[in-house]
């Protein structure tokens, strides 16, 4: 399992962080195609439960919300983001007037869920990527602050921290490996490293330090809420399109939250 993330991270990641260089086409491709699965398992998960969610509606406004992402302004995104969420509840009242579901309540909101999660959330992956300026840098920082924390908090917490002090489980229903020791490491090493890449970089020291920061910090928190989804719906990962890392929806659960944050970041510090 080991080498299959090791294979995964060491070819996939520098691809990836090519593809941010290039922008355009080369980036929103592969994005909105991981997006897209992501919102798939998403779906499909709740499928297992036994929620009555349309797969076409969520994916139609997940698509158009990226599509508006990468090529228009961004405040097209809140209309559109409204009429997915009209639409969704018209679909949950036809499904309660033909009494096809008996959970149309919650249908509604789960499909309004991932239509945040992986649509409106998602979209910021090409909102950061239009920034006016360093681009580029805001977003390969952001993906690599989240790398960097999930690495450091893994290393920290497994061989330095328990070795030393012990374990400290961080939520143990939900994550038993994750400790506080991890978490604490991660966001040092993510804060610390995210800042020495952004001077090499020439990026303004205090927007890494604060970017590495507030990356570090709430990236494992989506990887938290995915569990809790996973854990709900009985099943380890949410697909298998990355061996040895889960599916698409395992490796944009901390990213997306980091872009977000970098986004605003970006916006406000100019």
């Known amino acids: 399992m080991f080498l299959k993330r090791a294979i995964i991270t060491f070819t996939l990641g520098p691809l990836a962080l090519y593809l941010i260089y290039l922008g355009g086409w080369a980036y929103f491709i592969p994005i909105t195609a ?85 649509g409106w959330l998602g979209s910021h992956f090409f909102l950061l990527r239009r920034v006016p300026n360093m681009a580029w840098q805001w977003t390969m920082l952001a993906m690599l602050s989240t790398w960097l924390a999930d690495s450091g908090a893994y290393v920290v917490g497994k061989f330095l921290a328990g070795s030393i002090i012990g374990k400290h489980h961080l939520s143990p229903r939900l994550s038993p490996n994750k400790t506080f020791e991890g978490y604490f490491g991660g966001i040092i090493l993510g804060t610390l490293i995210t800042a020495a890449i952004g001077r090499y970089m020439n990026f303004p020291l205090t927007a890494a330090i604060v970017l590495g920061l507030a990356a570090s910090a709430v990236s494992p928190l989506g990887d938290l809420g995915v569990s809790m989804l996973k854990r709900e719906a009985g099943v380890k990962d949410s697909g298998v399109l990355f061996p040895g890392h889960g599916g698409a929806l395992d490796r944009i659960d901390s990213l997306v939250w980091s872009v977000v944050f970098a986004y605003y970041l970006a916006t406000i510090i100019g």
């Open 34 to 118: 991981v997006l897209l699965l992501a919102a798939h398992e998403y779906v499909h998960m709740f499928q297992l439960l036994g929620q009555k969610i349309s797969l076409w509606l969520v994916m139609t406004a997940v698509l158009i919300l990226l599509i508006i992402g990468q090529w228009f302004d961004p405040q097209y995104l809140s209309p559109v983001l409204a009429l997915s969420f009209l639409a969704a509840m018209a679909y949950t009242l036809w499904a309660y007037e033909k009494n096809t579901s008996q959970t149309t309540l919650s249908d509604w909101m789960i499909m309004i869920g991932g239509i945040l999660l992986t």
